[in-house]
């Protein structure tokens, strides 16, 4: 799945775990963005786009995060790698 088809379903899970239908995010989007994005929903976040995606993510991968756009690159890499 390419980069640009990514983000709108990561909008989904966003909403999802937010419990905001209005949210959205771009590749930009950090958790300083995000009204209520601390460290247990950071954690809820990343279980939810495993099993949303059929992915999981190595420490070291959800360390180096720092924005959705890090996010989206990741997840690309991972589902071209299938």
Same mark, same amino acid.
């Given at each position: 799945?390419?980069?640009a088809?990514l983000?709108?379903?990561?909008?989904?899970?966003?909403?999802?775990?937010?419990?905001?239908?209005?949210?959205?995010?771009?590749?930009?989007t950090?958790? *300083?963005?995000?009204?209520?994005?601390?460290?247990?929903?950071?954690?809820?976040?990343?279980?939810?786009?495993?099993?949303?995606?059929?992915? *999981?993510?190595?420490?070291?991968?959800?360390? *180096?995060?720092?924005?959705?756009?890090?996010?989206? %690159?990741?997840? %690309?890499?991972?589902? %071209?790698?299938?």
């Open positions: 799945m390419s980069e088809a983000l709108p379903r990561l909008n989904e899970v966003f909403r999802s775990v937010f419990d905001d239908p209005g949210l959205t995010v771009s590749l930009a950090t958790a *300083k963005d995000v009204p209520g994005w601390d460290s247990i929903v950071h954690i809820t976040l990343v279980i939810e786009i495993e099993r949303q995606f059929n992915v *999981k993510f190595q420490m070291a991968e959800i360390e *180096k995060l720092r924005n959705v756009g890090d996010l989206v %690159a990741i997840l %690309a890499a991972k589902q %071209a790698r299938g």
